[in-house]
């Protein structure tokens, strides 16, 4: 790979990254925006606040914008806070905001609930209760409040936001306890237009950088040659054979070429060996799926290893965040490519099933099928890695389809993938048996129990771990789990790749064990050509030790003619 592609790749993946951070915030943003239009705030749900004491405060207010606003922008353009309260037994209340020394000096040696931790939902209030006996004065007979109100009813004050350290009084307006107040708090900015726009700019222009970056690093990783041909009629490789009939045998071949599909066809004669029968079944075209997943079993696997893969290949991790992001990136832009000529760009082709076999082979080896120890090589190209991954090019795809294809008519597909390859999660209503009756929420020992979801783990990850466990413990790892396991990222890496929109066949509903793609394997009824004298066996070799003495010369045969006596010596009788 190049390192420039690299570095091009990596800085528009960043880039990207931070445009798409600011676009999300820039749509939060301006959705806070949108609710505090008409002059309207941002509000809170209305919620009941009860202390035992003589008042309620929040924590020190910091605030700090005039050093911080631009001299074009007025000082009350930072914000403001609304308070609305009402007395929930109908006495006069209180509603001030003040400095905070003020306020700690109105307080002291006053009993009072300062609040110290507020959420939401499911609403929750705690306090921190400072002890005293004191009787405070009438708050509203003080001078140093920013803002305040009081009354029966419902009171309301609106205060704009200014440097300093402030906080908020609740209380009776006597100044008794205790105190009991619904309380509603809401904000709006000015500020918040211009942060939106600000947002929203910069993150199109990170994008913009980004985006073409990372479509060309792609491109450039990409370009390493056509992908191999694919022959029609002969699909390619014998395929691995078992070693024996124990359900533990390993297999006894691996692939070892990078191009095995065109080099097995080209092996293969036309006719394939003999002259096939009538009565010989086809395949069809639909076993021939055009995405090639292959995997062989390490007959040499390690027990203990397995728990250790999945942090050797945290490197791998890291490589690949960059590149599924930039598969997102050149998926999108080959959709487009796809909508308005009919073709998918070739260099971003190989590219992205590059990336989809780089994770494969780091799944087979850490996580999905711990089938070998082989660490997996650092490249997108093909090896001799006993994973592989590939798919064939299109010369032609579905203009129309691109628009449905990878959520419409992939979704049986993708609830079929989710069963097997995501973890199993529950949401629901936990009822809990409290004060002599059910509940449907609450707060138990600081911990709410209301809905709540739970999470388990995958059928793959489950097969997975029984399969790591045997190997543990026996030394063996199932064949025929082994072939399940295959096939259930065949199955995966399929749709994948249809929802990539690398393909317009529609994967087959169909679970194809074993190590070998059924794509792969000869077709019915092929026997090999017979092979030349020279080449069926190999010359014996000769065991070690000194050379044999040369063979005796063998003696003729009887002849059936007249037998002629040596001279010299006489005619037996």
Do not use: C
């Not at 597909?413 to 809990?432: D, E, H, K, P, Y």
């Amino acid at each position: 790979m190049k390192p420039g592609r690299i570095v091009m790749l990596v800085l528009g993946t960043l880039a990207a990254l931070m445009g798409l951070g600011l676009l999300t915030a820039a749509g939060a943003v301006g959705w806070v925006n949108f609710q505090q239009r008409d002059n309207g705030y941002l509000t809170t749900p209305t919620e009941r606040y009860d202390v035992a004491t003589r008042a309620i405060t929040s924590p020190g207010l910091n605030v700090l914008v005039d050093e911080e606003l631009p001299d074009v922008l007025p000082v009350d353009s930072a914000g403001r806070l609304l308070l609305r309260g009402t007395s929930a037994s109908g006495q006069q209340i209180f509603i001030g905001i003040g400095p905070q020394e003020d306020v700690a000096r109105y307080l002291e040696n006053v009993r009072h609930s300062e609040i110290t931790e507020l959420k939401s939902y499911p609403f929750r209030v705690q306090y921190r209760e400072v002890p005293g006996d004191a009787v405070p004065a009438a708050p509203g007979a003080q001078s140093f409040w920013s803002t305040s109100s009081q009354g029966t009813g419902t009171q309301q004050i609106e205060w704009d936001l200014r440097s300093g350290r402030w906080a908020v009084v609740v209380m009776n307006a006597d100044g008794a306890a205790p105190v009991s107040v619904d309380l509603q708090a809401g904000v709006r900015s000015d500020l918040l237009w211009p942060v939106f726009i600000g947002l929203l700019i910069g993150g199109i222009a990170l994008l913009a950088v980004g985006v073409p970056l990372i479509v060309a690093g792609a491109a450039g990783l990409g370009k390493h040659g056509p992908p191999p041909h694919y022959p029609a009629a002969a699909p390619a490789g014998p395929g691995p054979v078992p070693v024996g009939p124990d359900s533990h045998a390993p297999y006894a071949t691996t692939p070892g070429a990078p191009a095995p599909y065109a080099t097995a066809a080209a092996a293969i004669p036309p006719g394939g060996g003999r002259t096939p029968l009538p009565t010989d079944p086809q395949p069809s075209d639909t076993s021939r799926y055009p995405v090639r997943l292959n995997g062989y079993l390490d007959p040499g696997l390690s027990r203990g290893m397995w728990l250790i893969k999945w942090f050797l290949a945290i490197p791998h991790y890291i490589v690949l965040f960059f590149l599924w992001f930039a598969f997102f990136v050149t998926t999108i832009v080959s959709g487009f490519a796809i909508l308005f000529t009919g073709r998918y760009p070739r260099s971003l082709f190989n590219f992205n099933v590059g990336v989809l076999r780089w994770n494969w082979r780091v799944a087979f080896y850490a996580y999905a099928a711990i089938g070998t120890d082989r660490y997996p090589p650092f490249t997108l190209a093909r090896t001799d890695y006993p994973a592989d991954f590939d798919v064939e090019y299109p010369e032609h795809l579905s203009r129309g389809l691109v628009l449905v294809k990878w959520w419409l008519l992939a979704l049986p597909q993708l609830l079929i993938v989710a069963a097997f390859s995501g973890a199993a999660s529950t949401w629901g209503n936990r009822r809990t048996w409290v004060d002599g009756r059910w509940v449907d929420g609450t707060w138990v020992d600081g911990t709410w129990v209301g809905y709540q979801g739970g999470g388990g783990i995958s059928l793959i990850g489950l097969l997975v771990i029984v399969a790591g466990f045997s190997l543990l413990f026996t030394g063996r790892f199932g064949r025929r789990l082994f072939d399940l396991l295959i096939g259930l990222n065949r199955w995966t890496h399929r749709v994948i790749a249809y929802v990539a929109l690398m393909r317009d066949e529609y994967p087959p509903f169909r679970l194809d064990m074993g190590p070998t793609d059924p794509a792969d394997a000869p077709p019915t009824g092929y026997l090999p050509p017979p092979v030349p004298a020279s080449q069926s066996a190999p010359p014996p070799v000769r065991p070690p030790g000194p050379p044999a003495p040369p063979a005796a010369p063998a003696e003729a045969p009887p002849s059936a003619g007249p037998r002629t006596e040596p001279p010299g010596e006489p005619r037996q009788p």
